[in-house]
């Protein structure tokens, strides 16, 4: 069975700071890794990554992966009060009858303080 | 382009009662999704569709739990009865998702469910 796991589960720090959030799989026929983010109910995405050591980047955030050691980070430089919400990161099976099937990890809580 | 849009928003029911999802996805988007999120959790996929038909519902509870998407655009996502432990957010999403190429999925506002 697929697996995706975060970390930290939580972190809290004040604005200005910088953070890096760690997203590791374990799966079979992986096909893309997924940054969202959560602020109320509906994730919004983020970020989808393909190829190994490509960084990909939107304004303060920016996200690379790694297939030979099976991890995404995700940075975010110079955090505001807006960027608190939970991240998710999911992996995009393409595998036989799993095909299409996007498993998170259990996300984490990000808490910018002013 | 318009989301993907969920009703209700909110529903309180007590246990052992009814309740029904609905989901539109974008329009054009093959594969849709329902997921349950439960507080302080990362979604967990319940049912996937690639248009009407069943990708993977391996998770899904099915003596109480089933979902619908009999003309492959909207879906209903049922449970009865419910129970404690299925207060959640449901959430539905939908990805436009075609061999060999691969989208992100979009997701809708959620439901979120009360059994009390």
């Known amino acids: 069975e697929d697996k995706v796991v975060q970390s930290p589960l939580s972190l809290v720090v004040h604005e200005g700071d910088t953070v890096t959030l760690n997203c590791s799989y374990e799966v079979t026929n992986f096909r893309s890794l997924l940054w969202y983010k959560q602020e109320k109910k509906a994730p919004t995405f983020l970020f989808m990554l393909?190829?190994?050591?490509i960084e990909k980047k939107s304004g303060r955030l920016s996200s690379i992966l790694d297939k030979k050691e099976l991890f995404s980070i995700l940075n975010i430089t110079a955090t505001q009060t807006g960027d608190s919400a939970i991240y998710l990161c999911?992996?995009?099976?393409?595998?036989?009858?799993?095909?299409?099937?996007?498993?998170f990890g259990q996300g984490t809580i990000l808490t910018v303080h002013p | 382009e318009a989301g993907v849009a969920q009703s209700p928003r909110y529903k309180i029911i007590e246990k052992r009662q009814s309740v029904a999802f609905w989901c539109n996805p974008i329009s054009g988007h093959a594969t849709l999704y329902w997921y349950q999120q439960i507080l302080g959790q990362g979604p967990k996929l319940l049912i996937q569709f690639q248009n009407n038909g069943v990708v993977d519902d391996s998770q899904l509870p099915k003596d109480r739990f089933s979902a619908e998407r009999l003309k492959g655009v909207d879906s209903t996502l049922k449970i009865q009865p419910a129970k404690l432990e299925d207060s959640a957010v449901y959430l539905c999403a939908s990805s436009l998702y075609h061999r060999p190429t691969n989208t992100e999925a979009f997701f809708g506002q959620g439901t979120r469910l009360t059994v009390v």
């Open positions: 999911a992996e995009l099976n393409a595998g036989g009858t799993s095909y299409g099937k996007l498993t």
């Open positions: 393909t190829s190994s050591g």
